[in-house]
């Protein structure tokens, strides 16, 4: 397979993903703030995307399919479809909104399903020497779609209703099944899928008591937990500022993500060069402080023009710690389990962030946006200690990790000892 036809296909794979959850992480706390909610009740909606959360309960079973197209094509036919029942949907703005919820649950169920197959086509596509540049493409076509969804889809939404809204992301989403449908599995599989298991919950655990796994799990959550927090609640607080959708959808949605494609390319490349290690504490520090302008904000320093520019480097810096993050997941995942490992990690960092949304919430009605916004940085910046004391220490996830912090230089699937082996 050409390395322009696998950049194609990763990025279509992932752009499909990042153009609906674009458009609802955008749209829903928007319209819920305009309806009256409760930031307590914005952050909890982050439930209805709780499949993401999940899917590390049925991953084992979708993992042990010999054909990931098997997978992707029909769930992403069913998308395109639930789509286009949206658009369909006519009534008051409440009754519109259940009707959204509802998308966003079943969406949420076929994306989450779908990044399974998808994870584990990605580790087998890509050698280690292309996992940094691998997924700042990977991401990069994610926030793309988030350009796209949470950007312009924002935008059509205000200005020409919701009818053409989700018309028009039905017919971009069919745009991307074309590189999928071009795509000969066969010829590009690296390692065979690993056998079903009866109980895909056994395959779960077995992965779990991998040496580190534990580790590693926690080391996820706390360097994504603040940014998160902030993440979830800038919306609402744009939303106070009196910023319309449009504005929204075009410095959140269109600069932000833009920045935010930018951003993963620079991690990508970042990671590749420099190795993981530095790359994810440059990154961490640098996102840490872009959670820090938020807070500056709500201090009353640099008005409108320093607000928008905490949200596009938000986004940026965010882009290039996400690439850091993934590419470091990708090294974790043993290519035979890949679905499997990577989904465990991925559900991590998406319960983090669910939990993480529902606290921000409690918090921005209990304190107030400038208490949220400063324990989200200081939160961030604990993350960041948390490596510094790893490295300090060595007391790294796991061997396979120890030798991945370093870059491709020490390549860790070139070295059989450095991979995780499971205990006897």
């Known amino acids: 397979m050409s390395a322009r036809n696998k950049w194609l296909l990763l990025a279509s794979l992932y752009f499909s993903q990042g153009l609906p959850f674009g458009f609802f992480t955008q749209a829903l706390p928007v319209l819920l703030r305009e309806d009256g909610a409760s930031l307590s009740r914005i952050g909890l909606s982050g439930l209805l995307f709780l499949p993401w959360a999940l899917k590390w309960i049925w991953a084992p079973w979708v993992d042990a399919t010999q054909s990931?197209?098997?997978?992707?094509?029909?769930?992403?036919?069913?998308?395109?479809?639930?789509a286009l029942a949206l658009a369909l949907v006519d009534g008051t703005a409440a009754e519109k909104l259940f009707w959204l919820k509802l998308t966003i649950v079943l969406c949420?169920?076929?994306?989450?399903?779908?990044d399974v197959p998808t994870d584990s086509l990605a580790?087998?596509?890509l050698k280690p020497h292309e996992r940094g540049l691998g997924n700042a493409v990977q991401v990069g076509g994610y926030r793309l779609g988030m350009v796209l969804g949470g950007g312009v889809l924002m935008i059509v939404l205000d200005r020409m209703g919701w009818a053409t809204t989700f018309v028009a992301m039905a017919v971009f989403l069919a745009l991307t099944l074309l590189p999928v449908l071009r795509f000969r599995e066969a010829e590009t599989l690296l390692a065979a899928p690993p056998p079903r298991r009866a109980n895909p919950l056994a395959g779960v655990w077995a992965r779990l008591r991998l040496p580190g796994m534990g580790l590693l799990l926690l080391w996820l959550v706390a360097y994504k937990f603040g940014d998160a927090m902030a993440s979830a609640m800038a919306k609402p607080y744009l939303v106070?500022?009196?910023?319309?959708?449009?504005?929204?959808?075009?410095?959140?949605?269109?600069?932000?993500?833009?920045?935010?494609?930018?951003?993963?390319?620079?991690?990508?490349?970042?990671?590749?060069?420099?190795?993981r290690r530095r790359?994810?504490?440059?990154?961490?520090?640098?996102?840490?402080?872009?959670?820090?302008?938020?807070?500056?904000?709500?201090?009353?320093?640099?008005d409108a023009p320093l607000l928008k520019a905490a949200v596009a480097l938000e986004h940026l810096l965010g882009g290039m710690a996400t690439v850091a993050l993934?590419?470091?997941?990708?090294?974790?995942?043993?290519?035979?389990?890949?679905?499997?490992?990577?989904?465990?990690?991925?559900?991590?960092?998406?319960?983090?962030?669910?939990?993480?949304?529902?606290?921000g919430g409690v918090l921005g009605d209990a304190l107030g946006y400038g208490a949220l916004f400063g324990l989200s940085a200081l939160l961030s910046g604990a993350g960041c200690g948390l490596l510094l004391w790893a490295l300090a220490t060595g007391r790294v996830p796991s061997r396979l990790i120890a030798a991945s912090w370093a870059g491709h230089r020490n390549d860790p699937m070139a070295n059989p000892r450095a991979r995780i082996q499971p205990r006897d």
């Open 108 to 114: 949420a169920l076929f994306a989450a399903t779908q």
């Open 123 to 125: 580790v087998n596509l």
């Open 279 to 302: 790359t994810l504490l440059v990154c961490g520090i640098a996102q840490t402080l872009a959670v820090a302008l938020y807070a500056a904000h709500t201090l009353g320093m640099g």
């Open 68 to 82: 990931r197209k098997q997978w992707i094509v029909p769930l992403q036919i069913a998308t395109i479809l639930t």
């Open 240 to 275: 106070d500022q009196g910023w319309s959708k449009s504005e929204i959808g075009f410095w959140a949605g269109i600069i932000g993500s833009a920045g935010g494609l930018l951003g993963a390319l620079f991690g990508g490349l970042m990671s590749d060069r420099y190795g």
């Open 326 to 359: 993934f590419t470091l997941m990708m090294d974790a995942s043993d290519p035979q389990h890949a679905g499997t490992d990577y989904t465990l990690q991925a559900s991590t960092v998406v319960i983090a962030t669910g939990l993480a949304s529902a606290l």
